[in-house]
């Protein structure tokens, strides 16, 4: 985004209602405290109990992470706007979200085709799930979602680099996102578009062909179960992570039916905000309420924070 006339941007947001802005910053502001205290409880509880030290914890200690990182990178900002009135970003202030917030979407996606790669050894591989998933191929797997988000972003976000804003400063959305900002460019916005798409079909493609993959073998596995009580053991145990890969490919879908930035961006928008408000709030509580070892888990630590606050009184 190599700007000659442009140092600043406008952030149309949402809506111009006044009352309708205090029910978007009260909602928004909800969701995402809830967001940072669920999986903040997450990563705390996978780290200080001992019986979440395996390998599918492990994944969804990053997990989290990457929720917090993604909502963060979009939500707080919108957040003041609103609170503020101030709807201006700066040039680089917004090259920094749109770079962390498709670097963290990206990642994401790579991590959840590798937790559906560690349930697969889980249902599959049982006897061997120890050796296999073992904290040097599980440290390799993430150092990888995180090398390849990397690669795939860094084209189109060279490309972006070269972009011109002659006319327009005003980008249609509540946060700095490629697709509104190629609208208001006067550069030939035709070869980006296409890499934009090009890379956001590669990564959906790959990622959502490892979940299908995995989740075919663990589908015959389980149904070649004698018992029943096994086969709904092995299925409660993906179903949380089945769930969260519903909603996170589902969005994404509706994102891209329309991929060209010269469009109407209005459900795209509608889409954004519920990938960085709702689903970062939702996956804590469907991995915790469906986990009975992450249950058992919180439920001990609130009894130790209970005991070490009786015995200060004391």
């Not at 030939?188 to 073998?217: H, K, N, P, Q």
């Amino acid at each position: 985004m190599r700007n000659r006339t442009v140092t600043t941007f406008i952030l149309l947001g949402l809506t111009d209602d006044p009352q309708l802005k205090v029910l978007i910053f009260i909602f928004l502001f909800f969701t995402y405290m809830l967001s940072v205290a669920g999986n903040l409880t997450i990563i705390f509880l996978t780290i200080i109990d001992c019986h979440l030290r395996t390998a599918m914890y492990f994944f969804l200690q990053n997990f989290s992470f990457l929720e917090i990182s993604f909502t963060t990178a979009c939500i707080p900002r919108f957040l003041y706007n609103i609170s503020t009135g101030d709807k201006v970003i700066t040039y680089e202030a917004c090259a920094v979200q749109i770079f962390f917030t498709y670097l963290f979407g990206i990642t994401e996606f790579f991590l959840l085709a590798g937790m559906s790669f560690d349930r697969y050894v889980a249902i599959c591989k049982p006897l061997h799930y120890m050796t296999i998933m073992n904290n040097r191929v599980c440290n390799r797997l993430i150092i990888s979602c995180w090398a390849v988000g990397l690669l795939i972003i860094i084209p189109p976000l060279s490309l972006g680099l070269d972009l011109e804003f002659c006319d327009s400063n005003i980008i249609d959305h509540f946060f700095c996102d490629a697709t509104p900002l190629l609208k208001i460019s006067c550069s030939d916005t035709w070869f980006i578009e296409r890499m934009i798409l090009g890379c956001a079909v590669l990564t959906f493609i790959m990622t959502l062909f490892c979940v299908v993959l995995s989740y075919i073998y663990i589908i015959m596995t389980i149904l070649r179960l004698s018992s029943a009580q096994q086969k709904t053991k092995a299925f409660s145990t993906c179903s949380s992570h089945m769930i969260v890969v519903s909603i996170t490919y589902g969005s994404c879908i509706f994102i891209y039916i329309k991929p060209l930035a010269k469009e109407e961006v209005a459900l795209n928008k509608g889409v954004s905000l519920l990938i960085s408000s709702i689903s970062p709030m939702l996956n804590p509580f469907i991995y915790t309420l469906r986990n009975k070892q992450v249950k058992k888990a919180l439920k001990d630590s609130i009894k130790r924070i209970a005991f070490f606050l009786k015995k200060r009184k004391k």
